[in-house]
């Protein structure tokens, strides 16, 4: 999908990710990874802010997200927490930040989007200090056949309506990347993945 075209989409559903930071099915999810994101902290596709509940008051938080609209619901969000914020408007996939920089990366259902998730994981070995974390809630392809099936058939025109994959298989593609999966879980018929993961 065209890189714009993509933005746009995330643009547009904004306000629809900001009502769900406190209302969504995915918190407690949420809070049993994220909690454990400590020192200097990147949320890559920080979008709305919706991880902001789960996080410690000490961190220092670094968002990035490529759509203008969910950093302004983010920076909004934010002044409801003791932690210091800095967020930037830049595409994951071309942004570039110093080696060894974070103690903890985090990224929520960001790995359906990007053309190259291989890249972006390498990325986050690179970013992460070597002692550093990357936690990960990402949905992906199904354990239950019959979901698969469905995730399989209608992935094309979710792509096209939403902009993200529906049927990726998110521990193969950890897998093959340059970080270590330390521990990983899967919930909802196998659909979300939880990947406690190091450089």
């Known amino acids: ?46 979008g709305s802010g919706l991880n902001f509940p789960f996080y410690k008051g000490d961190i220092e938080l670094t968002g990035v997200d490529f759509s203008i609209e969910m950093l302004k619901t983010a920076e909004d969000a934010a002044k409801d927490y003791l932690f210091q914020t800095i967020l930037i408007e830049g595409d994951v996939e ?61 992935n094309p025109l979710i792509l096209k309506f939403i902009g993200c994959h529906q049927n990726r298989n998110i521990i193969e593609i950890v897998k093959k990347s340059n970080l270590k999966i330390i521990k990983n879980e899967r919930h909802i018929a196998g659909y979300l993945y939880l990947i406690w993961a190091e450089p």
């Open 1 to 46: 999908m065209e890189r714009n075209s993509l933005i746009k989409k995330f643009d547009k559903q904004a306000n629809k990710y900001s009502k769900r930071r406190n209302n969504n099915h995915a918190n407690k999810f949420r809070k049993q990874i994220f909690q454990d994101a400590e020192g200097k902290v990147l949320e890559v596709g920080i």
């Open 94 to 154: 071309s942004v570039d930040f110093n080696e060894n920089t974070f103690d903890t990366i985090v990224s929520s259902a960001t790995l359906c989007a990007y053309q190259n998730p291989l890249s972006v994981l390498n990325k986050f070995q690179k970013w992460c200090k070597p002692e550093g974390k990357i936690l990960m809630m990402e949905h992906g392809i199904s354990t239950n056949k019959s979901l698969a099936w469905l995730q399989n058939t209608l």
